[in-house]
């Protein structure tokens, strides 16, 4: 098969150069008794006239309708979504209430924060001063050692709220730098105190003797029933008379007259010595089981004897004065 004949069959039709006579309008007609629009791939490799029916992505797609039927529909086919577009009244008046508050923004921003503000350099590093390390302008460093002597007091401020120092106490502090917490000092002290003088107290009270510890119990005895007596104590009062009368005296005339004697006991409710003995500086008896020798070193002799001297001593000097 020569070339011409092979050219002729592959790519030569029937009808010829008439064929390509065809004019647009009549194409267009064959469009529409088509019922459709098809697409068609220049490259197909395929000898099919009709639709591709496979699932390939690059098969011919069909489409309803055609060119001409969307041309002449006057209706639009779009739909509004969300509400109408703004008219020039509408958008000036927007427009004005936006600026207000911009404008208002940026004075409450001035007005907030009146310091030079820096921009936190988080990628780069920071110094111990508190500047970003790098090159910066004088303006730059300054505002940030200002933004870092802030933060700082700040921290201070929130410190001494929380160590009780907000109202102008002092602050100590221990050997290690430590805060002391001064109320707490101070009621130890109190309780320290407290306990010292109970201390005190307690072996003041275990130092008394009987004797002592009997007066005291008389007296509180004394004061408690002090509330139930009458204001006006007449001669006729009987407490009075028998206290009176429980009153020994050494130079009473009537006392061998009495024909019962009452037992001398102390103020502990013990027997008495009955015995002599020698007088000491707080007049206190020796007890009944004593056996009358003296075991101590003579003080209380001794000090009788030298303020009997002064006593002598005193009176003769007056003596004397008088005979001048």
Avoid: C
Avoid at 72 to 93: E, F, I, L, M
Avoid at 124 to 129: I, K, N, Q, Y
Avoid at 139 to 147: D, F, T
């Amino acid at each position: 098969m020569s070339l011409a004949d092979y050219l002729a069959k592959k790519y030569l039709t029937a009808d010829g150069p008439a064929e390509k006579k065809k004019s647009k309008k009549r194409k267009r007609k064959e469009a529409e008794a088509s019922g459709g629009l098809v697409i068609a791939d220049d490259d197909a490799t395929d000898w099919n006239s009709g639709p591709q029916t496979n699932d390939d992505d690059e098969a011919p797609m069909n489409v309803a309708g055609t060119s001409a039927e969307f041309r002449k529909k006057k209706t639009s086919g779009w739909k509004t979504v969300g509400s109408s577009a703004p008219t020039n009244a509408d958008q000036a008046a927007a427009d004005a209430i936006i600026a207000s508050a911009a404008a208002e923004n940026r004075a409450s921003g001035a007005a907030d924060d009146e310091a030079p503000t820096v921009a936190d350099n988080q990628d780069g590093p920071v110094m111990d001063s508190g500047a970003a390390a790098g090159l910066q302008t004088a303006s730059q460093v300054a505002a940030a050692l200002e933004k870092r002597q802030r933060e700082e007091r700040k921290h201070m401020e929130a410190a001494m709220r929380e160590a009780g120092a907000a109202a102008g106490e002092t602050i100590y502090r221990d050997a290690s730098g430590r805060i002391i917490n001064v109320a707490m000092k101070r009621a130890e002290a109190r309780r320290a105190a407290n306990e010292a003088e109970a201390k005190k107290r307690q072996e003041e009270e275990e130092a008394k003797g009987d004797v002592q510890r009997a007066e005291k119990e008389a007296r509180r005895q004394a004061l408690a029933e002090a509330k139930y007596m009458p204001f006006a104590r007449t001669a006729d009062d009987k407490e009075i008379n028998e206290e009176m009368k429980e009153v020994e005296r050494w130079n009473d005339p009537a006392m061998q007259f009495l024909t019962t004697k009452k037992e001398k006991k102390s103020r502990t409710g013990k027997p008495l010595y009955k015995g002599a003995f020698e007088p000491n500086r707080y007049g206190i008896r020796p007890g009944h089981r004593w056996d009358g020798v003296d075991r101590s070193n003579g003080f209380e002799r001794e000090w009788f004897k030298s303020r009997n001297a002064r006593a002598n001593r005193r009176d003769l000097e007056y003596a004397w004065q008088m005979d001048e």
